[in-house]
């Protein structure tokens, strides 16, 4: 059975720091898709950062890159110049096919000013 | 110009009383989700269409059942809620399987 795991129930940056929020998962396939998504508080979810399986190169968008690692099974978000806006709840997510979609548990980010 | 609207945002009910919560979508989406989320926890799956195609989780209540009257609509009706059902229920829309979802802003359900 595929599962997502995130080991980093809370975490804490302050702002303008790096921070790295880690995702594991369990899967037999070879091709599939992983997604970090970001709920602020009381506000809908939205897409952080998408990646392919297939693609070797790691996703980046603005200040949010991810470090994929396929043999390890590891997706790790990196968030670089945190700002007082990054403060949410991340979740990693693992899609294979429809019936094949997992969010892991997430991780509550903490901005300090 | 939102993409995926959710009404109502907050809705109470008592134990008991059908409730449908509704979905919206202007993206002219094929596949649209929903998910039941309690506090702190993750978003779990209950069912998606893809097209007018119904796809059950395997472990949905048969409380809960959906139906999708056309491409933009997509509604969830709780027969027989239950205090066990309180929780934030979200609806989500993507263009195909493997694509990124988009999410409304969900309903919160609280059930009396």
């Known amino acids: 059975a595929q599962t997502v795991t995130q080991s980093q129930p809370e975490m804490s940056v302050q702002e303008a720091e790096t921070v790295t929020l880690s995702c594991t998962y369990d899967?037999?396939?070879?091709?599939?898709?992983l997604f970090w998504y970001k709920q602020p508080p009381s506000r809908q979810m939205i897409l952080v950062i998408r990646?392919?399986?297939?693609?070797?190169q790691n996703a980046t968008e603005n200040r949010f890159s991810v470090n994929f690692q396929k043999a390890a099974k590891s997706f790790s978000l990196k968030i670089s110049d945190s700002q007082l806006g990054d403060a949410a709840m991340y979740f990693c997510?693992?899609?294979?096919?429809?019936?094949?979609?997992?969010f892991g548990s997430g991780t509550k980010l903490n901005v300090k000013p | 110009d939102a993409m995926v609207i959710q009404n109502p945002r907050y809705q109470v009910t008592q134990f008991g009383k059908p409730v449908t919560l509704s979905c919206s979508q202007t993206?002219?989406?094929?596949?649209m989700y929903w998910y039941q989320q309690k506090s702190s926890q993750a978003p779990k799956l209950l069912f998606h269409?893809?097209?007018?195609?119904?796809?059950n989780e395997a472990d949905t209540p048969d409380n809960f059942q959906s139906r999708r009257p056309n491409t933009s609509f997509c509604f969830l009706d709780i027969r027989s809620p239950g205090l066990g059902d309180a929780a934030m229920y979200l609806c989500?829309?993507?263009?195909?399987?493997?694509?990124?979802?988009?999410f409304g802003p969900g309903t919160r359900l609280l059930v009396l």
């Open positions: 989500a829309t993507s263009r195909g399987q493997e694509e990124t979802q988009y």
């Open positions: 899967t037999s396939e070879s091709d599939y898709y």
């Open positions: 990646q392919e399986a297939y693609k070797q």
């Open positions: 997510a693992y899609w294979y096919n429809f019936n094949k979609f997992y």
């Open positions: 993206l002219n989406h094929n596949v």
């Open positions: 269409y893809y097209d007018k195609d119904f796809n």
